[in-house]
């Protein structure tokens, strides 16, 4: 059964550091891996999402992703981080040409100035 | 852009009630979910639909049954309310995927549904 994990349920950073949110994975094939983010009373908008080819995959608001396959990571990475930036982030992982994904259970990330 | 609208932001109901909860899309999307999320416990799948009439099982159906009769609305129903149904419900749509791709989920903001 495929599964997600993020490790850290609540991150503090302060306004301009850097960011690095954790998800490791367990699928058995191929997997299709996705980054989510949901503000305060919204639902969730798709930061990036990664199928195949280059590992460093780019989103929107300067988010970044790196797939590691012997890893089973898929780490969410911001240089410097805006206080716009806190909202909760969900992980997901699906497989190909299957519609089910299956999130973790998020990190709540909180920006000081 | 795609919009996922549901029906309400905010919905207060009595224990055994039979609660309705509607969302509609408007990109023409083949598949449509309905989630519940709780502190800790993430997003979870109740139902999802791939087509119209068409509906299958997630991780977490009992007391739940949906309505797929057109495209662009899928319902999820409560048949019976209970306290324990309490929680944020999501709705998402999904373009079908095609060849290798898995297309990324659309969603709605979100019903905040309390039973009394």
């Known amino acids: 059964a495929q599964s997600v994990t993020q490790p850290d349920i609540h991150i503090t950073v302060s306004e301009g550091a850097s960011l690095e949110l954790r998800c490791n994975y367990s699928y058995g094939a191929t997997p299709y891996l996705f980054w989510y983010v949901q503000s305060p009373g919204q639902g969730l908008q798709l930061l990036l999402k990664y199928f195949s080819g280059d590992t460093l995959v780019q989103g929107i608001k300067g988010f970044e992703a790196e797939f590691k396959r012997s890893q089973s990571s898929f780490n969410l990475r911001k240089p410097s981080v805006h206080w716009s930036d806190a909202a909760e982030y969900f992980c997901a992982v699906g497989g190909k040409g299957y519609q089910k994904v299956t999130f973790g259970i998020g990190t709540k990330l909180q920006v000081i100035p | 852009?795609?919009?996922?609208?549901?029906?309400?932001?905010?919905?207060?109901?009595?224990?055994?009630?039979?609660?309705?909860?509607?969302?509609?899309?408007?990109?023409?999307?083949?598949?449509?979910?309905?989630?519940?999320?709780?502190?800790?416990?993430?997003?979870?799948?109740?139902?999802?639909?791939?087509?119209?009439?068409?509906?299958?099982?997630?991780?977490?159906?009992?007391?739940?049954?949906?309505?797929?009769?057109?495209?662009?609305?899928?319902?999820?129903?409560?048949?019976?309310?209970?306290?324990?149904?309490?929680?944020?419900?999501?709705?998402?749509?999904?373009?079908?995927?095609?060849?290798?791709s898995n297309q990324p989920q659309h969603f709605g903001d979100g019903t905040r549904l309390s039973i009394l």
């Open chain 2, 1 to 100: 852009d795609v919009k996922v609208t549901q029906s309400s932001r905010y919905l207060v109901k009595r224990t055994g009630e039979k609660v309705f909860l509607e969302c509609v899309q408007d990109m023409d999307h083949e598949n449509m979910f309905w989630y519940r999320q709780d502190p800790g416990l993430g997003l979870r799948l109740i139902y999802f639909s791939y087509d119209v009439k068409m509906k299958e099982k997630g991780d977490i159906p009992e007391g739940y049954s949906v309505s797929r009769e057109k495209k662009e609305r899928f319902s999820l129903i409560l048949e019976s309310a209970s306290t324990n149904q309490t929680s944020m419900y999501l709705c998402a749509s999904q373009s079908e995927a095609t060849g290798h």
